[in-house]
C-alpha cells in the first residue's frame, strides 16, 4: 500500500468512529436541547439570558 491509501484508510476509520460517537451522543444531546428549552433558553437578541433580564 502506498502513503496515499494508508491515509485515505486512516481518514475512512477516524469518520466512522467519529460518526459512532455522535449516533451514541445523539440521546443525550437531544435531552440537553429539551431541558434548554423548558428553562426558556431561545438564541437571539430577546433572550432573557442574555440580556441579564432573568
Given at each position: 500500500?502506498?502513503?496515499k491509501r494508508?491515509?485515505?484508510?486512516?481518514?475512512?476509520?477516524?469518520g466512522g468512529v467519529a460518526l459512532a460517537v455522535l449516533v451514541a451522543e445523539?440521546?443525550?444531546?437531544?435531552?440537553e436541547v429539551r431541558l434548554w428549552r423548558m428553562a426558556g433558553f431561545r438564541p437571539g437578541p430577546g433572550?432573557?439570558?442574555r440580556a441579564g433580564r432573568a
Open positions: 500500500m502506498n502513503a494508508i491515509l485515505v484508510a486512516e481518514a475512512v476509520l477516524l445523539f440521546p443525550g444531546i437531544v435531552r433572550n432573557p439570558l
